[in-house]
């Protein structure tokens, strides 16, 4: 079960609701009545809207589903680049122990919450964002004259889309901006596009990239 899954759970519970009125809202929200049927970007959706109904998550140094969350000065920016890489199709498993054996290999630390030196901290994230450049062409650092291209959420949706139609351009970007648009639920200038918002389409766009390659095994 992953954790947004267990999450919607918790906050069913949290929440008093129901079987008919909990499926009947989720019906509502985004068409579904079962967590399991939907994509990752619909049960945030789902979770948002329990959120603004008095849903309060567990602990902040806890998941929703009790699993404990990684801490340390640099978990969070590791935890975005490991995302990223799982979005991207790069690995396979997008838990954090197979992030923390990343962080192993790269610094001889077990856990990112030892991760209390700046040189060991910028050993791991460097080399991961140097496999993701390499391995999946995510430009970080240019934005090849686009200004929309400053975030790096940007950078690594544009590498998701390249990966999925290896025939698109900057120049060229057919279907990538109504995409965007469609899924944060605006038409916006790309260059104002939130990291949140860019998170959502990393997510889309890895779905996509996952059933693809489930696809060609």
């Known amino acids: ?24 809202k989720m019906i509502n929200i985004v068409g579904k009545s079962s967590a399991k049927d939907m994509t990752e970007n619909e049960r945030q959706k789902v979770l948002t809207v329990f959120r603004n109904e008095g ?21 969070k920016k590791l935890q975005a680049l490991w995302i ?25 630390i077990d856990h990112t919450r030892f991760l209390a030196y700046h040189d060991d901290a910028t050993r791991a994230i460097e080399g991961l964002k140097s496999w993701i450049s390499r391995s999946a062409g995510v430009g970080f650092g240019n934005t090849n004259g686009y200004d929309w291209l400053q975030k790096d959420g940007a950078k690594i949706a544009w590498a998701q889309w390249r990966k999925l139609y290896p025939s698109a351009s900057l120049i060229v970007r057919p279907g990538f901006d109504a995409f965007v648009y469609r899924i944060i639920g605006a038409e916006v200038y790309l260059a104002a596009v939130t ?10 766009l890895g779905e996509r990239i996952h059933e693809q390659k489930a696809g060609q095994k």
Not at 55 to 75: E, H, I, N, S, V
């Open 55 to 75: 849903f309060q998550p567990k602990a902040a140094d806890r998941r929703a589903d009790g699993r404990q969350k990684l801490t340390g000065k640099y978990a």
């Open 84 to 108: 990223a890489a799982w979005n991207l199709g790069l690995v396979d498993n997008r838990d954090d122990s197979a992030l923390l054996a990343f962080v192993k290999r790269q610094t001889g």
């Open 195 to 204: 990291a949140g918002q860019w998170q959502m389409v990393m997510n889309a």
């Open 1 to 24: 079960m992953t954790s947004s899954i267990a999450a919607i759970h918790v906050a069913k519970k949290a929440l008093g609701l129901d079987d008919d009125t909990y499926r009947a």
